[in-house]
């Protein structure tokens, strides 16, 4: 296991993440303690909380957002407005860490991913060019849900009657959706027949395989993802790189899971985190160079990459080479 | 390799075997004997040297045990495969069920036929002689040789291959020199693949995953034991020489690697005990030397030795026949053949920083970062007459260590011992600067 260096960092990362998809079923089924507590009920979290769980008592962050815009206007948008603060103020602390450490989207396209390498199929890696054609999509879907959503709201426009058609744009080809109105249905916490959301299921199947062969497929154009990178080059968060002990041997570019392009081209910075790294700490874990990367929060080094055969994380995982 | 196994007439030699005389193939077979001896004499006179290098020296021996084990594994069907450069995967060679040795050559004698034949007296000398021993069967390991993998990586070798295919199959691997990501990445994965067939259909064996990911674990091995070995170089009192550490780099590409790591796991053994003694490799206040610039392979140790006999001692190198061969771990992500040989064939290159590459500001960064971890005080930058891509570097890598205030000279060598003398001065010269420098900055120091 140490000639490959281990995962230091994933174990931790895992367990975030599975009791961060607990902890947000919970808040969607409003199981107790979860739905009775007002406190946890206005907790509006990126990609949780789904409202299209029936019983959900609160609803994700993106939900909330749209809604906000298309009804807010006689209350001066002060609830998207307190939602939004609440979620750049998380940004600016811990970054992006919401994406790689709690986000449930990104836990099933790890589970997808896991699969994949277990049966022993090849990633599919996209191009550079490809890319770079994808890394803005994320923002034109965030700008479209703004432009689609603001002026149903503003009763001027009299657009107020497309409030049931057209409203909560994101939401009708949201993979979530697709997948809890179908799953709901399944499991008999709603009624057979009930009209399904085609165009989410479709985009629930299209996340499903092109999350199989694409490494975080959705991702890359998740509009909460865009959001968050708004602000995470501000964060307390980030991801250091000591450039005098980089030897641009790539390994960092090939591990990363959103190919995150700047942790190995950038020989400027020291914050190489810029806006789409996820923090995920995989190239933390296999660069190979003493001290080269660190997940770091203000000046402190959390975790640094080290040299195989000398693991520790915590003190917790470390292992004698060739023991 | 005969010649007769071959189809097709020769490009160059049409005469091959009857071109040099008996004479001069048996001259240059004793001089190359003789020469590795008095090589070898000379790095067993080491000071305080550890036992086990022995072993190191064994490997290397002119006709020694590792060209009979190699004899012994081709008898019994097994394949040997060449390779002239530190681009080429050992792992996948392994994994095949080959094993790789690289031939590169080191010995003086065989650059006088390859002069006669080529008639390029400026060409590099380390071609010269790679492909002169081949031309009058001087060097036994060469002959052992079922293909020859060389990466085109400049000029000499580019040609140097293409004669060579008059003795043995030949592979070539296009080295795609102008480093860029992608394109770059996609090329050289492009001529991984092509030499796993390659090796494929030389040893009649599918490369399996298994195969591939053990060989893997086994040289990432190595190079841990390599890096425990590197930390014995940082200490005040160094117990190893510099010319003992290229040895054993060297002998990674020759022998078995498994073994090769028990025997550096036993050095660090000893090295730990010769610390806890006090005994240490060359003078005391020794000057901390980095060696640079154009292979030196064994027996050609004229300058590392002429360094460490002059008052210094190598604590560093940069060499593609020393640490380089040994710097950069293979880290996988995922294991699925594809994902193994992308990280394999990135491994070989993009942390490759051989001046055949441009851009390669990594080298300077590398070296830098070397001397500040080795506290090294100057730099000895070796160039091949020939070797146009270290030639012009090091004029870049000199003004670089000039605002960094190292010191560093340049010397430039031929295969042969004429100029002994003179570098000897030269490097004398230089450690006594070293020497001058450091008693200064004692003294600033002091008085500050
Ligand atoms: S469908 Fe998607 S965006 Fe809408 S509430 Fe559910 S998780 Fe949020
Ligand atoms: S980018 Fe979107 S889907 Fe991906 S982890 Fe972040 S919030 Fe979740
Ligand atoms: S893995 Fe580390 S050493 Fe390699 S390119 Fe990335 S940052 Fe540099
Ligand atoms: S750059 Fe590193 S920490 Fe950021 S997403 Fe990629 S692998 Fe994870």
């Known amino acids: 296991m140490d000639r490959f260096k281990g995962s230091i960092i994933r174990p931790w990362r895992l367990l975030f993440q599975f009791l961060g998809v607990a902890f947000l079923l919970g808040q969607s089924f409003g199981l107790p303690p979860f739905g009775t507590s007002p406190m946890l009920r206005t907790l509006f979290l990126p990609n949780a909380s789904c409202r299209y769980v029936d019983t959900a008592p609160t609803s994700c962050f993106y939900y909330q957002f749209q809604d906000g815009m298309t009804s807010g206007a006689s209350t001066y948008y002060v609830d998207v407005i307190v939602v939004l603060l609440i979620i750049v103020l998380m940004v600016l602390v811990l970054g992006r860490i919401w994406c790689s450490w709690l986000c449930p989207f990104g836990l099933v396209q790890e589970g997808l991913a896991y699969l994949r390498e277990n049966l022993n199929i090849r990633p599919y890696r996209l191009k550079w060019a490809h890319r770079e054609l994808l890394r803005p999509v994320k923002y034109v879907i965030l700008f479209l849900t703004v432009l689609l959503s603001l002026p149903i709201g503003l009763s001027g426009l009299g657009l107020l009657g497309c409030q049931s058609t057209l409203a909560l744009p994101f939401c009708q080809v949201c993979p979530a959706k697709g997948f809890f109105t179908v799953s709901e249905q399944l499991l008999g916490l709603e009624p057979w027949g009930t009209a399904l959301p085609l165009l989410a299921i479709v985009s629930l199947l299209l996340f499903l395989v092109s999350s199989f062969f694409v490494k975080m497929a959705f991702c890359r154009i998740c509009p909460m993802g865009a959001f968050m990178a708004l602000f995470s080059r501000f964060s307390l968060m980030w991801l250091e790189k000591d450039v005098d002990k980089c030897t641009k041997c790539r390994i960092c570019l090939r591990v990363c899971p959103v190919d995150h392009d700047r942790v190995y081209e950038d020989m400027e910075s020291v914050d190489v985190a810029g806006s789409d790294c996820t923090l995920c700490g995989r190239c933390v874990e296999m660069c190979p160079e003493e001290g080269c990367l660190s997940l770091s929060f203000g000046p402190k080094r959390l975790a640094s990459s080290k040299k195989p055969g000398r693991l520790g994380f915590l003190g917790m995982f470390h292992r004698k080479e060739g023991k | ?448």
């Open chain 2, 1 to 448: 390799m005969s010649r007769s196994d071959q189809e097709g007439p020769p490009r160059y030699l049409k005469d091959r075997e009857e071109y040099f005389s008996d004479e001069q193939r048996k001259r240059t077979t004793v001089e190359s004997r003789k020469m590795e001896k008095r090589v070898r004499e000379n790095l067993r006179a080491q000071k305080d040297r550890p036992a086990v290098m022995k072993y190191f020296d064994d490997i290397h021996t002119y006709g020694g045990i590792r060209v009979k084990e190699l004899k012994e594994f081709r008898k019994t069907g097994g394949k040997v495969v060449g390779t002239l450069c530190v681009m080429v995967p050992f792992e996948l060679i392994n994994a095949a069920g080959a094993r790789g040795v690289r031939v590169s050559s080191g010995y003086y004698e065989p650059v006088h036929p390859a002069n006669e034949l080529l008639g390029d007296a400026g060409l590099c000398p380390m071609v010269k002689s790679t492909i002169g021993a081949k031309m009058v069967h001087s060097d036994p390991l060469a002959e052992e040789i079922d293909l020859l993998v060389c990466p085109a990586t400049c000029d000499g070798k580019l040609k140097l291959a293409e004669i060579y295919e008059d003795w043995a199959p030949v592979m070539m691997m296009n080295i795609p020199r102008v480093k860029t990501g992608d394109t770059t990445s996609r090329l050289w994965m492009g001529e991984i693949k092509f030499l796993k067939q390659k090796l494929e259909e030389l040893t009649g064996r599918k490369i399996k995953r298994k195969a591939l990911l053990n060989e893997i674990g086994k040289w990432n091995d190595a190079q841990a034991a390599w890096g425990r070995l590197l930390e014995y170089r940082k200490s005040k009192t160094p117990p190893i020489s510099g010319q003992d550490m290229m040895l054993i780099a060297q002998a990674s590409q020759k022998d078995e690697i498994t073994r090769w790591t028990k025997k550096v796991k036993d050095l660090e053994k000893e090295l730990k005990v010769m610390v806890r003694k006090g005994l240490h490799a060359g003078e005391t206040g020794a000057a901390r030397i980095m060696l640079a610039g154009s292979p030196m392979i064994y027996p050609n140790f004229k300058i590392p030795s002429l360094v460490e006999e002059s008052g210094g001692l190598i604590v560093s190198d940069e060499l593609c026949s020393g640490h380089r061969i040994m710097s950069d771990p293979v880290m996988l992500d995922e294991r699925s053949m594809s994902e193994m040989l992308m990280a394999l064939a990135e491994r070989y290159f993009f942390p490759c920083t051989c001046p055949c590459f441009s851009p390669n500001d990594d080298r300077i960064r590398r070296m830098k970062e070397s001397i500040h971890l080795f506290g090294v005080e100057g730099v000895v930058f070796h160039t091949l007459r020939g070797c146009h891509l270290n030639n012009l570097e090091a004029t870049k890598i000199e003004m670089k260590l000039r605002e960094a205030e190292i010191p560093m000279i340049k010397l430039e060598s031929e295969y042969d011992d004429g100029d002994v003398e003179q570098v000897r001065t030269r490097i004398e010269a230089f450690v006594e600067m070293i020497k001058t420098r450091r008693a200064f900055s004692v003294k600033k120091e002091g008085s500050s």
